[in-house]
């Protein structure tokens, strides 16, 4: 048997992490057993639509290089794969449901349920449709439709007895059928809910692996008594744990974040006197603030680095290896690596793997990467971006840091003298300003044209030995005085032939100025 799976993402504008991970996991599972992977966009609930959302999908997808058998854009045996353009297909399956008796024709209206449901609210019970119009004769239905009363199909759900399916992470689910409503199938306007297309739509689709959400987990019963409506074997059902974090949170009405608490209800305070927001455990949310696959690709986060670290969040491989490319993950991953509690998005963790995967990538790719970055804030025709590159490669976590770690060549920051205070290397601002002096001249003397560093190094050091300083006591305050920042990446050398011959006298004097 081919393993056929699926990825059914709705277009909701971006690429929530947790989807991506299904994604990956569903793309990983068919690339692994040989088998086919679809793409389906599940486009019916058309009011949340937002514009240009499936090509974000697309996008998505291709970005993090996982490719689809069958899907819209590439079509396939089994299209369309765009349920909005699958309409039609839905009312003859729900029709045949209601001649075997597992569906029922609804005309109740909408005041009537809503009356019901505000019953069952005050009573504090979950409200469930009260199998009304089950009792409709055929006469009675076919009258009704013929003087086209508004109608919907619910899904006939046994009045007792269990419901329940195998799942491959969360073992026997089974349910009283009584606790489960009957769903409608087919709504007022002819078109399918999500809970009847996703079992027509796996079902005509050929899906051997139905992988998701566990959102979906109480409601695969009732899938598994339509797929036994009809005569079919369902899917292995495979409900994912889901990613959670450890962040601040956010009432949606009122915007207003939940606050720290002690043991006596009152607010905690942080060292300023104001109150400090909870921190809590909850599902990873892009309306909580977290970041979608977009966000962290804008931050300089490397799409190796995140598919990487998403697929061990909520999957482990067998032996210690953490390191994997795509390719290789799909020639390891299995079914039975899959976690069974829920993970937690770590974004510290997710910059650790980020770091290692810069350090792995070549000089020019690491350079092509950093490129952009280096342009916010500096120009390219003035600084040296290959030297800076290779300067800045094992220093960088996120790419996002590397305007902040560049800045100061653009423009001098204003320091303090105090910088020049070092311990270990014996300087203060009065050594600082000796050996500043000593140097002035030296370097003054490096012409124009042999400005680099090897020149810089040989020619500063012989002086510094002449001198009787110590490296330290010299090379510290030079650095200091022409880059404004304690920590830069390479030293005084580096700088200095970065800034260029004028750039670098010019700091020079102007710091020997302030001491
Ligand atoms: N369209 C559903 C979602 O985005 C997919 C559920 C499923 O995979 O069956 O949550």
Same mark, same amino acid.
């Given at each position: ?258 606050? $720290?608490?002690? =043991?006596?209800?009152?607010?905690? !305070?942080?060292?300023?006197? #104001? /109150?400090? %927001?909870?921190?809590? &455990? +909850? ?81 020019? $790719?690491?350079? =092509?990467?950093?490129?952009?970055? !280096?342009?916010?804030?500096? #120009? /390219?025709? %003035?600084?040296?971006? &290959? +030297? ?128």
């Amino acid at each position: 048997m081919e393993v056929r799976t699926r990825f059914a993402p709705s277009p909701t504008g971006f690429m929530h992490l947790g989807n991506l991970r299904t994604a990956l996991y569903t793309y990983l599972y068919a690339r692994r057993m040989g088998g086919k992977f679809i793409l389906r966009i599940e486009d019916t609930d058309q009011e949340r639509e937002v514009p240009g959302a499936v090509d974000v999908i697309y996008n998505s997808l291709r970005t993090a290089g996982i490719t689809h058998d069958e899907g819209p854009d590439v079509g396939g045996p089994c299209g369309p794969y765009i349920q909005s353009q699958r309409k039609d297909m839905y009312l003859p399956y729900a029709e045949k449901l209601v001649e075997t008796g597992h569906a029922y024709y609804c005309f109740c209206t909408k005041e009537r349920l809503d009356e019901a449901r505000a019953e069952a609210e005050k009573k504090g019970e979950a409200y469930k449709y009260d199998k009304h119009c089950l009792s409709l004769s055929k006469e009675e239905v076919r009258r009704r439709l013929a003087a086209g009363e508004s109608y919907v199909i619910r899904q006939n759900i046994p009045a007792e007895g269990k419901a329940g399916f195998d799942d491959a992470i969360y073992g026997h689910v089974e349910v009283d059928c009584s606790t489960l409503d009957d769903n409608v199938l087919i709504k007022a306007d002819g078109l399918p809910t999500y809970n009847f297309a996703n079992v027509i739509d796996d079902h005509t689709m050929g899906i051997t692996h139905v992988m998701r959400g566990n959102e979906y987990l109480s409601s695969a019963p009732k899938y598994n008594l339509l797929y036994e409506a009809f005569g079919w074997t369902p899917p292995v059902y495979i409900h994912l744990t889901p990613v959670m974090v450890e962040g601040t949170y956010r009432n949606k009405k009122t915007g207003e974040y939940l606050m $720290a608490t002690d =043991e006596n209800g009152n607010h905690v !305070l942080d060292e300023n006197g #104001d /109150p400090v %927001k909870a921190i809590v &455990k +909850r599902k990873l949310s892009k309306s909580q603030g977290d970041p979608s696959f977009e966000d962290l690709l804008s931050e300089g986060y490397l799409t190796e680095a995140i598919i990487n670290y998403l697929v061990l969040l909520g999957w482990s491989p067998r032996g210690e290896r953490e390191f994997f490319t795509l390719k290789e993950l799909e020639e390891t991953f299995d079914l039975e690596g899959l976690s069974k509690s829920p993970s937690f998005f770590d974004k510290a963790k997710l910059t650790w793997f980020n770091a290692e995967y810069i350090r792995k990538l070549s000089p020019e $790719a690491f350079l =092509e990467a950093a490129a952009p970055w !280096l342009a916010k804030a500096l #120009d /390219p025709a %003035k600084f040296d971006f &290959k +030297r800076l590159s290779e300067l800045l490669q094992a220093r960088t976590e996120v790419l996002c840091q590397l305007p902040d770690m560049v800045d100061f060549l653009a423009k001098m920051p204003d320091f303090d003298n105090a910088l020049y205070t070092h311990k270990k290397m014996k300087t203060n601002p009065e050594v600082a300003k000796a050996a500043l002096e000593t140097l002035r001249p030296v370097l003054e003397g490096v012409p124009e044209s042999d400005w680099n560093e090897t020149t810089l190094h040989d020619t500063v050091l012989a002086a510094v030995a002449e001198s009787g300083m110590k490296n330290g006591q010299a090379l510290w305050p030079l650095r200091i005085a022409i880059s404004g920042r304690e920590n830069t990446p390479g030293g005084a050398f580096e700088i200095a032939y970065l800034l260029g011959k004028e750039e670098t006298m010019r700091r020079l004097d102007a710091s020997l100025r302030k001491l």
